[in-house]
């Protein structure tokens, strides 16, 4: 099946840093989506990004379906980005069967 | 902004026992799925399920695991007699038909002693 990696496994910012995350994939996809995993345990969506580039608010995310990567930006970062990010895959042909990557897990000190 | 609901948030079992999960999609969303996720690891997938039919299931949904939709409005997944393995988060998922954007329940922790 499909592979998907995440880079850095952790990461840990001062209040107010930038920061990209990455998502490789092995295989061509139809659709990706970007979620943080709050503290709490919530899945929030993040983005539906199957290509292309798209913004909301301090987070930007870009996926480059050809070369088989995603990036998530994180400008300013707050407290409150603290969590682990998760990109989750469908393959071409995968018939709905969704393949979540290893995670980042983000620490924002203040 | 609708969402999706699962009850309960915690359930407490005995291994053997059966456990039923329970899912409250949102309305329009036509196709649904269910997740699991041991703590500490990542979000694996389980069962997709589109028009009263499972579309494609993971290696760890075998006989034990069935999904149904009994009313039209609630989505379970069933464990027929549990393990202490099958503790672990369990997730709820829903999209609509046209994008397949998924959007999560808050999850039930499962707890099998």
């Known amino acids: 099946g499909i592979q998907v990696e995440q880079s850095p496994p952790d990461l840990i910012l001062q209040e107010g840093a930038n920061s990209t995350l990455r998502c490789n994939f092995s295989?061509?996809?139809?659709?990706l989506q970007w979620f943080h995993q709050n503290p709490w345990g919530q899945l929030i969506n993040l983005f539906y990004i199957p290509s292309g580039t798209k913004q909301n608010g301090r987070l930007s995310a870009t996926t480059v379906a050809t070369e088989r990567y995603s990036l998530l930006y994180i400008s300013s970062s707050q407290t409150t980005d603290s969590g682990v990010y998760f990109c989750?895959?469908?393959?071409?042909?995968?018939?709905?069967?969704?393949?979540f990557g290893t995670g980042t897990k983000l620490q924002v000190i203040p | 902004e609708p969402e999706v609901t699962q009850t309960p948030s915690h359930q407490v079992t005995q291994m053997g026992q059966e456990v039923i999960l329970r899912c409250v999609p949102i309305s329009n969303h036509l196709y649904f799925y269910w997740y699991r996720q041991i703590l500490g690891q990542k979000v694996e997938f389980l069962v997709s399920?589109?028009?009263?039919?499972?579309?494609?299931k993971s290696e760890i949904f075998d006989d034990q695991f069935s999904v149904e939709r009994p009313d039209g409005s609630n989505f379970t997944l069933k464990i027929r007699s549990t393990k202490l393995e099958d503790s672990a988060m369990y997730f709820c998922?829903?999209?609509?038909?046209?994008?397949?954007?998924?959007?999560f329940g808050p999850g039930t922790r499962l707890t099998v002693l």
């Open positions: 989750a895959v469908e393959p071409s042909g995968g018939y709905q069967k969704v393949t």
């Open positions: 998922a829903g999209a609509s038909p046209l994008y397949n954007e998924q959007f």
């Open positions: 399920f589109y028009n009263n039919e499972i579309s494609e």
């Open positions: 295989d061509s996809v139809n659709n």
